[in-house]
């Protein structure tokens, strides 16, 4: 992980879409089978939509059924960071982009869903996809400084 990324709201305003604002910065949750990475099945590496750290890999990508990108694992233990949320009545887990906070969305467990019985359920819109082999795009890079 490199340098944590600190911005003050009026800047996560400026750089984010409204969507995409509220739902890493307010802890949103976008609507299922809506997201653009829900049924993606290309190779490479989804990154935060708010600072450009890589957060998950294709090939942790599985399809839950759920309407949501599901993954079993991030790119590292440190990519993410992992936080109990008692919204809505409910007691879940909530997961966060280890440098600049962003939410991302919950994390599950056993469900059997996959060998590893853990489920992240990711927002498509608090990420970006980089297919393999390719740099980040320019926005996410400029957004990363």
Not at 14 to 35: P, S
Not at 79 to 106: K, W
């Amino acid at each position: 992980m490199t340098d944590t990324v600190k911005k003050t709201d009026a800047e996560w305003r400026e750089q984010l879409t409204r969507e995409q604002y509220d739902v890493t910065r307010k802890a949103g949750t976008e609507r299922a089978f809506t997201g653009q990475y829900h049924d993606c099945k290309d190779a490479g590496t989804y990154v935060c939509i708010c600072c450009g750290e890589p957060l998950f890999s294709s090939d942790t990508k599985f399809d839950s059924g759920t309407g949501w990108p599901s993954y079993y694992q991030p790119v590292s233990p440190d990519a993410v960071v992992e936080h109990e949320d008692v919204s809505f009545f409910m007691r879940r887990v909530e997961v966060v982009c280890s440098r600049c906070d962003g939410h991302l969305g919950h994390v599950f467990e056993g469900e059997r869903l996959t060998e590893k019985n853990v489920r992240h359920c990711v927002n498509s819109v608090s990420m970006s996809f980089v297919p393999a082999g390719s740099d980040p795009p320019a926005t996410i890079k400029s957004s990363s400084d």
